[in-house]
């Protein structure tokens, strides 16, 4: 059996939407001849779906941005407190300072930071140093890791998918090292993602980047036919394929079981008609004020009684709140925030409407929800 090295970070967020495509490579490539080599960044976590799958899975270091920064800043802190110890010593408690707390946690999440100056500042400092993102710091030692098996082993192919970016930069350097066939697989597009922006400047060396990278890339797949041509525009002499991303039927068993069990599910009809949203809202790209709007104006019209439906969220609703608020509808819109991938579909198995909200934009024409 043929062997490939998987560069995949994603792999074991089995609540992410990413996972689903990179555990089924991983799941399906044996049938076709295919030893899957996955390499993945230590989290701390293995996820129990990992028993279920026949691949070796190499656990590599790893270093986010914020982590490389805030270890830099402890260390250079540590110094300074050893070279003054001693006049530290020699002060009164009353004169003595409370050691600055470095915040991960905040500094993860700049909107955290009501102050919109702080906000934008961080902002800006992400377009400098999470260059090409914020997961660069995972390239050395899954290049490290990944080298080591090409070494040791017979490996014939190489996949990158992303995102992060990071991915492919690692896939690039094995392949100018190795040079064996390398697919660079998008599951959504790098400097022609509609979704992402950046400065002039940014976007200057982004694309310089890109167009690097992919430079000795065997072939580029995409998810949908108009991601394929559109990423065609910026690598008209590369060889494009777009792989609609699948449908597996091992994820749904659980469900059937629980039908005919009716064990954590009712068939019984509500007295409300429930309605659920699953999935980002990308920072208000895919826009519920078309909905609360429309059920706020039949209310208005006495044609609808709002009492009698009920809307759930689930993922990431950032700013949702003071948008239902905004509508009066709060009484009715539920935040139910990040949970289990299982749990949204035992949510969805027992609701009534399941809400596609989407980018009122032509761009958005080259993409199929996950």
């Avoid at 009353?94 to 500042?121: C, G, H, Q, R, Y």
């Avoid at 694309?207 to 990423?231: G, M, P, Y």
């Avoid at 409300?272 to 895919?286: E, H, Q, T």
């Amino acid at each position: 059996m043929k062997k490939v090295i998987l560069i995949a970070f994603y792999f074991n967020q089995v609540n992410e939407i990413a996972s689903k495509r990179l555990r089924a490579l991983a799941k399906y490539l044996p049938q076709f001849g295919w030893e899957p080599i996955v390499i993945v960044p230590d989290l701390g976590f293995i996820p129990k779906e990992n028993d279920d799958l026949n691949c070796r899975i190499i656990y590599t270091e790893y270093e986010d941005m914020f982590g490389h920064f805030s270890n830099k800043f402890k260390k250079s802190k540590s110094v300074d407190s050893k070279d003054s110890n001693d006049s530290k010593n020699s002060k009164d408690s009353k004169d003595s300072k409370d050691p600055v707390e470095f915040n991960d946690e905040k500094l993860k999440d700049s909107t955290s930071f009501s102050n919109p100056i702080v906000s934008k500042a961080i902002s800006m400092a992400g377009e400098v140093f999470a260059y090409p993102d914020g997961m660069k710091y995972w390239h050395e030692s899954a290049l490290k890791e990944a080298s080591k098996i090409m070494d040791d082993e017979e490996i014939d192919a190489i996949i990158s998918s992303s995102w992060p970016i990071t991915c492919h930069t690692i896939a690039k350097d094995l392949k100018e090292k190795h040079d064996i066939p390398w697919i660079a697989d998008l599951r959504d597009l790098w400097n022609l993602n509609p979704y992402v922006s950046h400065t002039f400047i940014r976007e200057y060396f982004e694309k310089r980047l890109e167009l690097k990278t992919f430079e000795n890339a065997d072939a580029l797949t995409t998810t949908t036919d108009l991601a394929a041509e559109t990423l065609s525009t910026l690598h008209p002499s590369s060889k494009i394929v777009p792989i609609l991303s699948g449908y597996d039927n091992d994820d749904f068993k659980f469900l059937e079981e629980l039908v005919s069990k009716r064990d954590d599910f009712s068939t019984e009809l509500s007295e409300k008609l429930k309605f659920i949203y699953a999935g980002s809202l990308y920072g208000g790209k895919r826009d519920p004020n078309y909905l609360f709007e429309a059920i706020r104006q039949l209310e208005d019209e006495n044609k609808l009684d709002s009492s009698k439906i009920s809307i759930e969220f689930y993922g990431d609703s950032t700013g949702l709140e003071e948008i239902a608020n905004r509508y009066g509808l709060l009484d009715i819109v539920h935040i139910g925030g990040k949970i289990a991938h299982e749990e949204v579909l035992k949510k969805q198995l027992n609701s009534d409407v399941l809400l596609l909200i989407s980018w009122d934009d032509e761009k958005e024409k080259m993409f199929i929800p996950g």
